[in-house]
């Protein structure tokens, strides 16, 4: 019998990943004392994620940024129903180390007779024009630092399905309350978790996603969006770039600070990976789809080849 190719293939995968994670994580790292005369108000955390408060619409909002002066793309987080912002500490960290200004709103409104944290498609497009804005904003701990013509969106849940609709440009209740949605011009692509666009008389909602790259991300042991309604979410996803990346192991909650956010319903399904692992794992993959989206040879080189093989955590199915 020959011998086995996978422990080489495995070290060349690994190191693979070092170098991605050097160049992608650690780089703004060395722009860190250029911002030395950033707001006094502006860096509550160490290392290279500094992070702010500011209102996005009327939304209360956190916004995560890496050190530097170079401009980067802002990602909006579509968080779960009455899943807190704060929740997902951890996780907007992670992915704004990896270059990008994440932006964390808690949007609070009624649906139906029900009032709590209830994202809807429109946020996608107040969040386009804040990024124009904060920009130029004098004191802003960001102005000039916001590539506001890239823009991407992370969702979560009830998130994520509100943010698969405005994908395809489709008005749907109670994400959005018509009756036309258009998404705008400066989105280039979505990574979205537990995300489902069930049907009401059974099957999913396809969705036109032409011109925006789509990442499901899905926990292995999701109970409350199952892991075969993402799969038939995916392949409704009528456009390549597409990837499917089932974190093994997790559950609903794989990508919050704690497996139950306060005020969130509780996944019946406990999950068995480590917490601070399975916020890490959804982040980068994540985080990397979106660079390799926006043209990052490398982090598509981990997206859709040797990724998979190096991350014990995932199973990856792509298109291109």
Not at 14 to 39: K, N, Y
Request: overall charge neutral; aromatic content about 8%.
């Amino acid at each position: 019998m020959a011998p086995s190719t996978r422990p080489a293939h495995r070290l060349r995968a690994v190191l693979a990943a070092v170098a991605l994670a050097v160049g992608a994580v650690t780089a703004p790292t060395a722009a860190l004392a250029d911002d030395a005369a950033a707001p006094a108000t502006a860096p509550t955390s160490p290392g290279w994620v500094s992070r702010y408060e500011t209102r996005i619409g009327d939304d209360p909002a956190a916004v995560y940024y890496p050190a530097g002066r170079q401009a980067v793309p802002v990602a909006l987080l579509l968080q779960g129903a009455n899943v807190p912002g704060a929740s997902y500490d951890r996780f907007a960290r992670t992915v704004a180390g990896f270059g990008f200004a994440v932006a964390v709103p808690d949007h609070r409104r009624a649906v139906g007779p029900v009032s709590g944290l209830f994202p809807e498609q429109l946020q996608i497009n107040t969040a386009a024009a804040w990024a124009e804005a904060e920009n130029s904003r004098e004191g802003s701990p960001v102005a000039g630092r916001l590539d506001a013509g890239r823009l991407v969106l992370l969702g979560h849940s009830f998130g994520a399905a509100a943010g698969l609709f405005a994908v395809g440009n489709t008005c749907t209740v109670p994400f959005c309350s018509g009756p036309v949605y258009r998404r705008p011009a400066s989105l280039r692509a979505a990574v979205f978790h537990g995300a489902g666009t069930a049907a009401p008389g059974g099957g999913t909602v396809p969705i036109d996603n032409t011109g925006v790259p789509v990442a499901l991300v899905q926990g292995g042991l999701d109970g409350i969006n199952p892991p075969a309604t993402a799969r038939a979410t995916y392949d409704g996803l009528g456009s390549p770039p597409k990837a499917f990346v089932t974190l093994t192991g997790a559950n609903h909650f794989g990508l919050t600070d704690t497996q139950t956010p306060p005020g969130a319903l509780p996944d019946p399904s406990p999950q068995t990976l480590p917490q601070e692992r399975s916020v890490d794992a959804a982040a980068r993959w994540s985080a990397l789809f979106l660079r390799a989206s926006l043209g990052d040879p490398l982090a598509a080189a981990y997206v859709y080849g040797f990724g998979d093989a190096s991350d014990d955590d995932v199973t990856v199915i792509s298109q291109r």
